[in-house]
């Protein structure tokens, strides 16, 4: 059985920094893609980065140059560090492990910024 667990989210001031942390429980962990999601009071849940396991990175256009996701194969963890964070980044952020066609979530860790 597949499970994440997201830590590290919590209230931050415009303009700081959060590290989010997603511990997989996972034996194929290292060819699998790890996303971290986000999702607004009233709006739907949207991708924010994306890791595969070679290391290629994706980034949603409103958090490109302020966020980076990385990853660590030995410790099966991804890691969303956020800086420079804007109210509009405030939401529910949820992990994700995606392997060939299953994907499988972590249970979210709220992030607010206050302006």
């Known amino acids: 059985q597949v499970q994440l667990v997201e830590s590290g989210g919590g209230l931050v001031q415009a303009g700081g920094s959060l590290r989010l942390s997603c511990a997989a429980s996972?034996?194929?962990?290292?060819?699998?893609?790890m996303n971290w999601y986000r999702q607004a009071p009233g709006k739907q849940r949207e991708l924010v980065a994306s890791?595969?396991?070679?290391?290629?990175?994706n980034y949603a256009d409103s958090v490109k140059g302020r966020f980076s996701i990385a990853r660590d194969d030995v410790e099966h963890s991804a890691y969303l560090l956020m800086n420079n964070v804007r109210p509009e980044d405030t939401g529910v952020y949820y992990c994700s492990l995606r392997f060939i066609l299953d994907e499988y979530w972590g249970q979210g860790t709220q992030v607010t910024v206050s302006s």
């Open positions: 996972m034996k194929f962990f290292r060819v699998s893609i």
């Open positions: 890791i595969t396991g070679a290391g290629t990175t």
